[in-house]
């Protein structure tokens, strides 16, 4: 499962850290693999990049309220919320 995969700490030193920096991201199994690989793969990163970008722009400042709850499942293992207060300057 590539769920599991993406927390190797063999590959990821501190695999349940959210480090988009990281410089080993090529490792990372979350679209799959070869030909199994995702076709809207690009699509997915060019969302999360555009909603995280327009965030931090609107509220450069942002401090948790509330640290995140996880869903665990059969396919993925994802953050279910996470609450932050954000604060424009």
Known sequence: MT???NFDPAIFPQPEKFDPTRDNLDKAMTFGIGVHYCLGHAIAKL????SLLAVVNRYPV???IKGPTREYNM???RIGTFVVRGEKM
């Open 62 to 64: 942002l401090k948790a």
């Open 47 to 50: 969302i999360a990049q555009t």
């Open 3 to 5: 769920a599991t995969s």
């Open 75 to 77: 396919v993925s293992r």
